[in-house]
């Protein structure tokens, strides 16, 4: 029996240590908890950061979120207010997608008064060489925008790099 027992402790032994956040179905299990706990803070930057990491759940949940189609159980208001918090952030610190995204709503937000906004942030992100905020601003009338006081080198300019 203790040649049986120690047999077991030495097989143990031998199996590779896994940690708990190990798999990607561990690191979603713990997204999940988080977000059903109320832990929206930890929800929100441990999300964003498997996503950059390159988790493919956490990217496609970043990206809902940042577009907007998220299911409204998985953003209630203090997530959404979160992450307008994060996003906001991470433009001001010169993340050209953030940049992208923030023009973007504001572009698509049907207030006028937000084109400049939305040229603004359009314009840092292309700048930074992000070819879709370079075919948004490509595909706007130059004239169109320099009517309205605003300003862009990428205006009018489709181009393909």
Known sequence: MPLLLALLCVC????????????????????????HDKHYEQAVEFAFARAKAGDGWARTQVENWNNGSADPDEAPPEVTRLLAARLNKAAQQGDAESQFVLGMRALQSGDTGRLREAVGWLNKAAD???????????SMSRKALDARGIQSPHAGKLTRE
């Open 12 to 35: 143990l032994l031998a199996l590779p240590a896994r940690a708990a956040d190990d798999t990607e179905r561990d690191r979603y299990s713990r997204f999940i908890h988080l977000m």
């Open 128 to 138: 930074q060489g992000h070819a879709p905020a370079r075919y948004v601003l490509g």
